[in-house]
């Protein structure tokens, strides 16, 4: 099972909105609304921002929002601030033999 | 509040079994739900190893299952990871993590992570 597509790396300003996108087969991504996102800062351990594509958990800000089409998924981070800055992970269910599939990571710089 | 936390050697010879805990409290893990183990090597990104359910039922990543072992007990709140025949490319920050009822393709809770080297 290979690593879903991310970008390296994206950047923006304070206030303004950045999107991630993280592209999978119709085998993960395509093929189900299982689509979750982490932020991961500095030495930290890896926290749930969204999960079932656009679902947020208690305690991530609104600002955060997600979207899916076809076999591509997209985390869009609106009005940015300075502690967004981290790296961000895709994953996704793969089926009842693999069960899910990290993407390779991108890198937020707040500029 | 729930919390998990993993334990176990911070220095495995290669060759060797690598063997990890995860000690779960503020929750019991006979409730329905999954543990998951995922692995970061220094500087590099995020690599599922496997998730096993209360019951025992496991899933493993297909490029490690030749070499995963993942149990639970359910007297001590606690679920393990076995990896045998470490090599370098094992070295890593592990994580354990809970994935809720109904949800076992994300981990809504990630104990702080613990750094294994594989090295003589």
């Known amino acids: 099972q290979s690593a879903l597509t991310q970008p390296r790396s994206v950047s923006g300003s304070p206030g303004q909105s950045v999107t991630i996108s993280c592209t999978g087969t119709s085998s993960d991504v395509g093929g189900y609304d299982y689509v979750s996102w982490y932020q991961q800062n500095p030495g930290k351990a890896p926290k749930l921002m969204i999960y079932d594509v656009t679902k947020r958990p208690s305690g991530a800000p609104d600002r955060f929002s997600g979207s899916k089409s076809g076999n591509t998924a997209s985390l869009t981070i609106s009005g940015l601030q300075a502690d967004d800055e981290g790296d961000y992970y895709c994953?996704?269910?793969?089926?009842?033999?693999?069960?899910?599939?990290f993407g390779g990571g991108t890198k937020l710089t707040v500029l | 509040q729930l919390q998990l936390q993993e334990s176990g050697p911070g220095l495995v010879k290669p060759s060797e079994t690598l063997s990890l805990t995860c000690t779960v409290s503020?929750?019991?893990?006979?409730?329905?739900?999954?543990g998951g183990w995922i692995r970061q090597p220094p500087g590099k990104g995020l690599e599922w190893i496997g998730s096993?359910?209360?019951?025992?039922?496991?899933y493993y990543n297909l490029s490690l299952k030749s070499r995963v072992t993942m149990s639970i007990d359910t007297s001590n709140n606690q679920f393990s990871l076995k990896l045998s025949s470490v090599t370098a490319a094992d070295t890593a920050v592990y994580y354990c993590?809970?994935?809720?009822?109904?949800?076992?393709?994300?981990?809504?809770?990630w104990g702080q992570g613990t750094l294994v080297t594989v090295s003589s």
């Open positions: 096993i359910h209360y019951s025992g039922s496991t």
């Open positions: 503020g929750d019991s893990i006979s409730t329905s739900y999954y």
């Open positions: 993590a809970r994935s809720p009822y109904g949800g076992n393709h994300y981990f809504d809770s």
């Open positions: 994953c996704s269910y793969a089926g009842s033999y693999t069960l899910v599939v």
